[in-house]
Each structure stands twice: as C-alpha cells, then as structure tokens.
C-alpha cells in the first residue's frame, strides 16, 4: 500500500511540475506553482510513511528503474 501511495505522489508531483513550464499567465502560474507545492507535500507524506514502513519491518521496495524525463 506505501509503494502504491508513493509511486502515485511521485507520477502527480511530476505532472504538476511539468504544467509549471508552460506558458502561462501570472494567475495561471501561481495556481499551478500552489497545485505543484501540494502535490509535493503530498510527495513528502508518503515517501516518509514509505520510509517508517521500510524501517519498522525491515523492508525495501524492488528498485525503480530510471526514467529520463525529455
């Protein structure tokens, strides 16, 4: 359920990330800038529930494969 809850935070962090390098206008820009800083902290909430979980049983996720972002 963390790895799920994590990659998922991770796919949305991007895609918010990604919407901030359009051209947008200054109001567009700051509610894109406000949905990327949510979806980061959301981001931080799971991959430090990630972490404990990995933590208190001793457990590691099978690594991700990189992928480069064009």
């Not at 994590?6 to 990330?17: C, F, K, L, P």
């Not at 949510?38 to 457990?59: M, W």
Request: hydrophobic share 35%; glycine share 2%.
């Amino acid at each position: 359920m963390h790895l799920r809850e994590y990659r998922e935070a991770v796919r949305a962090y991007g895609e918010a990330v990604v919407c901030l390098d359009a051209d947008l206008t200054t109001k567009e820009f700051e509610l894109a800038h406000r949905r990327a800083e949510q979806a980061r902290a959301a981001f931080d909430r799971a991959r430090k529930a990630l972490k404990e979980h990995e933590t208190e049983h001793d457990c590691r996720p099978t690594p991700l494969p990189v992928r480069r972002i064009s």
